[in-house]
């Protein structure tokens, strides 16, 4: 059948015979047709029947194409693409991180290892039983400054609380006891060893403490003489009245601070202040009665005694 010869009710009689759509234009009517037959028409052919143009054709047959110096090029070409880098993926990136990660615990592992070897070997030349690894957190967890801020007077204070840390004892480091205390002033930390609920983690929990002032073991007694005691004498001589005393439990370090003991610097407190106070007043008698506590026990009329 000429189809390209079929007007156009013809074409779409001929669709509607063979139950295929009747729309759109001759050349798709007409094109619709031909694919029904089996004949491809291409849109070129198709405009080109429409416009009435005849294509050629060379007389050999062959449609020109690329020469045959190009064509080796383009197929080694297409053999040799260039390479590129495959992207990573993410599941890549996660195992360089975790073994990123697991070198990181390893190190530290390491350097915890060598920490506690020597710390171990000076707690045996010191004659120390305390747990090595405890020692070691809370040294990294204590107060590394020695004062925070100044000391505060006690005449400066309508109540001063004022705390004082005492060194560990060598009968202590022996029997296991760790210095989990830090002094700072005004600030006291308290580094409490604990277990996690597996019974086997150690942490240090740190609980911290601010008072008016607060001494290290480093501080001496004419330290806290200067800032207690010193700044109310001129108190006193004004008609003032004073409380100072000590509390703690035993073995804290009271005696050592407060009360009467050769070399100690109780006595020598008690002393200079009233000193200080007796050359101050312009009596030239006996002194007015005073009266002075010394654990528990009474002491009058020593200002005389002191002179």
């Known amino acids: 059948m000429q189809l390209n010869k079929l007007t156009d009710e013809e074409v779409v009689s001929e669709l509607k015979q063979k139950g295929l759509p009747t729309f759109g234009t001759k ?33 050999v047959g062959v449609q020109p194409g690329p020469s045959k110096d190009v064509a080796p090029l383009q197929d080694k070409a297409n053999a040799n693409p260039p390479k590129k880098a495959a992207p990573k993926s993410s599941v890549v990136d996660e195992v360089e991180k975790m073994k990123q990660k697991r070198e990181e615990r390893r190190m530290k592992a390491e350097e915890i290892k060598r920490e506690k070897a020597e ?10 039983a305390g747990d090595v690894e405890f020692d070691l957190m809370i040294d990294k967890n204590r107060i590394k400054q020695h004062l925070l801020q100044p000391h505060v007077a006690a005449s400066e204070l309508k109540l001063c609380v004022c705390v004082r840390k005492r060194p560990i004892f060598k009968k202590e480091e022996s029997a296991g006891e760790i210095d989990a205390v830090s002094c700072a002033n005004p600030q006291i930390v308290v580094h409490e060893c604990k277990f996690k609920v597996d019974g086997i983690t150690k942490y240090v929990e740190n609980n911290g403490f601010t008072f008016d002032n607060t001494f290290n073991e480093k501080e001496s007694n004419d330290d806290i003489y200067k800032f207690t005691i010193q700044p ?12 100072c005393f000590a509390y703690g439990q035993t073995g804290s370090g009271k005696t050592f601070t407060m009360v009467k003991k050769v070399g100690y610097f109780g006595y020598n407190m008690i002393r200079k202040a009233f000193k200080i106070l007796l050359s101050e007043t312009s009596l030239s008698s006996t002194p007015p009665n005073t009266s002075i506590f010394f654990g528990n026990k009474k002491r009058n009329s020593l200002l005389g005694n002191l002179a």
């Open 27 to 59: 050349p798709e009517r007409l094109d619709r047709l031909k694919k029904f037959h089996g004949e491809y028409a291409s849109p070129f052919s198709v405009k080109n029947e429409c416009l009435g143009i005849t294509p050629t054709i060379d007389p």
């Open 119 to 128: 710390r171990e070997a000076e707690n045996e030349a010191l004659g120390r």
């Open 232 to 243: 109310l004498l001129e108190f006193i001589l004004n008609q003032g009245i004073v409380t």
